[in-house]
């Protein structure tokens, strides 16, 4: 663990500041994932109760956030990136934090199971757990795998918002998991390519720093390439149709073509130009999975197959 001094305060914490614990930006995608999962199942629930399963997976979401705020602020007061977060910038304790993240995963799990089903509520709690626990105590700060096996964590809300719906795990809920869990790697690598000296400096083992530049250059293109079969899979199930799988193949074309130039790129080049590339990449990679589940919804709006 990096020796630093985490929680540098006192200042006077806002309402924002315990929103912020709840990583609002970085769970917005996880949320949509798990809408997407239980809306599109067979027997959605109605509006009212969809509507509360959601808020619901959400907090829980927000929960995690706040007990990876808590973990990792020693390694966040170091990180350029991090730096103002509520508990390095002495906003919020340490200890706020872990009450808050134990309480709404509490309140989280319990309202789920009551409003769905307790299958899913179960399956909330274990995501919360794998987050919390798995990822951030365990994986983040002892593997260069910590993003690859920890990026499961994202990917489990698309199968609980779907057993939100029929209380059950299926091929469809388990290939929106593949489509996230193998998109992760590639999409942090990226980050990782032009936050190298940041993650070095916390101490944080990613494969940039424990393998070197070029060593993540090919695994992105090869996560790309494992990628793309699962995404169009996904396109010739129940939840498919054309529109999606027309979608999902410029995608994956596109997220393909950017992993290999990333690949290719020189690296001595690279830091000359500031990393545009990957961080062009970076982006789109936002864009490849919210496009995606957005295709699933309009595809069971218009009709599958």
């Given at each position: 663990m990096?020796?630093t001094?985490?929680y ?7 309402f924002?500041?315990?929103?912020a614990l ?5 769970m917005s995608l996880v949320?949509?994932t798990?809408?997407?999962g ?17 808020l619901?997976i959400?907090?829980?979401g927000?929960?995690?956030g706040?007990?990876?705020m808590?973990?990792?602020?020693d390694?966040?007061?170091v ?6 977060r509520p508990?390095p ?7 706020e934090a872990?009450?808050l993240g134990?309480a709404?995963?509490i309140l ?6 009551l409003?769905a089903?307790w299958f899913?509520a179960?399956?909330?709690?274990f995501?919360?757990f794998f987050?919390?626990?798995v990822?951030t ?10 993003i690859?096996?920890g990026?499961?964590?994202?990917a489990?809300?698309?199968?609980v ?9 299926s091929?469809?809920?388990l290939?929106?998991f593949?489509l996230?869990?193998?998109w992760t ?6 980050l ?10 916390a101490?944080?083992p990613m494969l940039t720093?424990?393998?070197g ?17 699962f995404a169009?899979?996904?396109?010739v ?7 999606y799988l027309?979608v ?6 596109m997220f393909?073509?950017g992993?290999?130039?990333i690949?290719?790129r020189d690296?001595?080049a690279?830091e000359?130009?500031?990393y545009?590339?990957e961080?062009?990449?970076f ?8 496009l995606h ?8 709006a218009?009709g599958?197959?």
């Amino acid at each position: 663990m990096v020796e630093t001094r985490a929680y540098v305060g006192p200042e006077e914490a806002q309402f924002g500041d315990y929103v912020a614990l709840l990583k609002p930006r970085v769970m917005s995608l996880v949320v949509f994932t798990a809408f997407v999962g239980l809306w599109i199942a067979p027997g959605h629930p109605d509006p009212f109760i969809a509507f509360c399963s959601v808020l619901f997976i959400a907090i829980g979401g927000g929960a995690s956030g706040a007990l990876n705020m808590w973990y990792d602020a020693d390694i966040d007061a170091v990180m350029r990136r991090t730096q103002s977060r509520p508990v390095p910038a002495g906003r919020v304790t340490p200890q706020e934090a872990l009450g808050l993240g134990i309480a709404l995963s509490i309140l989280s799990v319990m309202m789920l199971g009551l409003t769905a089903n307790w299958f899913a509520a179960g399956f909330l709690a274990f995501t919360i757990f794998f987050y919390a626990v798995v990822y951030t105590i365990w994986l983040k700060r002892s593997t260069p795998q910590n993003i690859v096996i920890g990026g499961a964590a994202g990917a489990f809300p698309a199968m609980v918002g779907w057993a939100c719906s029929t209380g059950s795990i299926s091929l469809e809920s388990l290939l929106m998991f593949a489509l996230v869990f193998f998109w992760t790697p590639p999409h942090f690598w990226a980050l990782a390519l032009f936050m190298n000296n940041d993650y070095t400096k916390a101490g944080v083992p990613m494969l940039t720093v424990t393998h070197g530049r070029r060593s993540a250059r090919r695994h992105i293109f090869a996560y790309t390439l494992v990628l793309a079969p699962f995404a169009l899979w996904l396109g010739v199930t129940s939840v498919g149709g054309p529109l999606y799988l027309a979608v999902s193949v410029v995608l994956n074309a596109m997220f393909i073509w950017g992993g290999w130039q990333i690949m290719r790129r020189d690296e001595t080049a690279a830091e000359g130009d500031g990393y545009r590339v990957e961080k062009r990449y970076f982006r789109f990679s936002l864009y490849y999975t919210f496009l995606h589940f957005l295709a699933l919804l309009v595809q069971h709006a218009m009709g599958g197959w």
